[in-house]
């Protein structure tokens, strides 16, 4: 029986994929899906399977650093990008699914899967660097003040000076250390205006600046909560994010 693993950081894209397979490939088994690309390197090495569908950007490691990384498995890139990226992938032994995939497009990749089982790519190591080359992203300016309204006035925050952002219904509360208040922009759209060395999203709605963890504490059951310097709050790292703060 054929196996595979599914690495997407995102619930529902995972789950919708399982689905479409369970049609497209009814004899495959899922012997493990990820969250994130440190999981996903690991799943692979442990389990072996016959291919890995990998979200091209996820937390911790990429799915191109996870395909390099392990350099055997067969791999299916899944991803929101436009196709032209591929150009260079399409009469290859490397794969790709555009998001939101569709069934005769999985259906087509199931086939070239199945007909290339056990055919290593002895060019892999090119075709992912050329294709994280094309991928890289324009350098974008990090923001560096956030401005809020506060009943008749507007208050402008350094980024500086943030402790912790965390959403709240269509608000998000973003806490400086001389005060808090609310921007109606999501967490996403914040990150992805800020440095992410600076600031780890940690659950989905709580991201926190890293240098003001005190430090993250894993019960019996391995689940692991945040305490930053100086506050009160306690939160908890959802299993996604949780490969932040393991050992080295």
């Not at 969250?35 to 490691?61: C, E, N, S, Y």
């Not at 497009?105 to 075709?127: F, I, M, P």
Request: with cysteine.
């Amino acid at each position: 029986m054929p196996t595979a693993i599914i690495a997407d950081d995102e619930d529902l894209p995972r789950s919708e994929l399982r689905r479409l397979l369970a049609d497209a490939w009814p004899d495959l088994r899922i012997v493990a899906e990820c969250a994130d690309g440190t999981g996903a390197l690991a799943a692979i090495v442990q389990h072996r399977p016959d291919v890995a569908f990998l979200d091209i950007r996820m937390p911790g490691l990429s799915g191109l650093e996870v395909a390099a990384a392990d350099g055997v498995t067969n791999v299916v890139f899944t991803t929101a990008y436009s196709a032209h990226a591929f150009e260079a992938f399409e009469a290859g032994a490397l794969d790709y699914l555009l998001k939101p995939v569709t069934p005769a497009r999985l259906r087509q990749c199931v086939e070239r899967v199945r007909a290339r089982a056990g055919v290593h790519d002895q060019d892999l190591g090119r075709r992912l660097a050329d294709l994280e080359r094309r991928l890289q992203p324009q350098a974008a300016p990090r923001m560096r003040w956030i401005s809020a309204s506060v009943g008749d006035t507007i208050k402008v925050i350094p980024v500086s000076s943030i402790l912790f952002f965390q959403s709240e219904d269509k608000y998000t509360r973003v806490v400086a250390t001389d005060g808090e208040t609310h921007v109606r922009k999501s967490l996403k759209e914040l990150l992805d205006a800020l440095d992410p060395d600076e600031f780890w999203q940690i659950h989905r709605g709580v991201a926190v600046r890293a240098d003001a963890i005190a430090h993250a504490r894993r019960d019996l059951m391995g689940r692991i909560t945040v305490q930053l310097r100086g506050r009160d709050e306690v939160f908890r790292a959802s299993q996604t994010f949780a490969w932040r703060f393991r050992p080295m």
